[in-house]
């Protein structure tokens, strides 16, 4: 692989990806809303909120999500997608988030969910937390993984965890690092390395997990980033006044739209069985 005056894992410092969520959970809260991750747009003419939806009931029935079962959210964001399978599918999730003001968020949120399900949220970088064997129906990996440094270590402690036919849903932005507008996201967003699916694949597979189901759709979750391009130019005039940080990740917009439409960034779908 190519070496890039950006390459994201040498720039990588310790200590940024929960910065990162800790200054902007009151912007993912406000232009995200409850879930911090894409939507799936079937028709195109669904807002915002229903196409999440669409997106987690399209990962639960991939990954076979019963009702009751015991889920494990990593990188919960504030607990938005965690209380949706409480509610929704009645299951008992732990939420893990590396950032405390989301930590925060989440717990307040749960303090009045009524539900069928039981929400618990912990304070905790995924990559180190020490996951009780055998434990979990399923593991929950939407637009996280993305964040670790050492990937296949990672699958393995799922593997580790999950019960005997317990599953795993993984979606993640997918892309070769040997394109620049990959390489260029990763580095924007805080990702040490993005991988294409076929590595996802070879990953989960090498850790003892059995893919079941895979779907790439990046054309039917593109239009997310055309409403945060929307978001940030009527906000325009307060992102001036804003640290740079900001700014930065508002022009990060224009790379993610830039590479889904050149087809270079994907988003991929996993569901996998112990």
């Not at 005056?5 to 232009?31: C, N």
């Not at 019960?163 to 924007?188: D, F, N, P």
């Not at 996802?200 to 391009?229: N, S």
Request: charge should be neutral.
């Amino acid at each position: 692989m190519a070496a890039s005056p950006r390459s994201p894992l040498s720039m990588l410092r310790p200590g940024a990806i929960k910065e990162h969520y800790d200054d902007f959970a009151w912007v993912y809260q406000t232009y995200w809303g409850e879930h911090i991750h894409h939507g799936l747009f079937l028709t195109g003419e669904e807002s915002a909120q229903v196409a999440q939806e669409n997106l987690l009931r399209r990962c639960a029935a991939l990954a076979e999500v019963a009702r009751g079962s015991t889920v494990a959210d990593v990188g919960c964001g504030h607990g938005g997608t965690a209380r949706f399978l409480a509610r929704e599918y009645g299951c008992h999730v732990e939420g893990l988030t590396i950032s405390e003001t989301q930590w925060m968020m989440a717990r307040e949120s749960a303090k009045s969910f009524c539900g069928p399900g039981s929400l618990k949220f912990d304070l905790a970088d995924a990559e180190h937390f020490q996951f009780a064997p055998f434990h979990f129906d399923v593991v929950w990996n939407m637009e996280s993984s993305e964040h670790f440094f050492d990937k296949a270590r990672y699958f393995r402690k799922v593997a580790e965890t999950l019960k005997a036919g317990g599953r795993l849903l993984l979606a993640a932005w997918t892309g070769s690092m040997r394109k620049h507008v990959v390489r260029e996201i990763a580095a924007t967003f805080l990702c040490p390395g993005l991988l294409t699916a076929q590595e996802y694949a070879e990953l989960i597979q090498d850790a003892g997990l059995r893919v079941t189901a895979h779907d790439e759709a990046g054309p039917r979750v593109a239009k997310t980033w055309d409403l945060c391009a929307e978001h940030a130019r009527s906000a325009k005039a307060v992102l001036r006044m804003l640290p740079k940080r900001y700014r930065d990740f508002a022009e990060g917009i224009a790379l993610m739209r830039e590479g889904y439409r050149s087809g270079d960034l994907n988003y991929s779908i996993f569901a996998a069985k112990k």
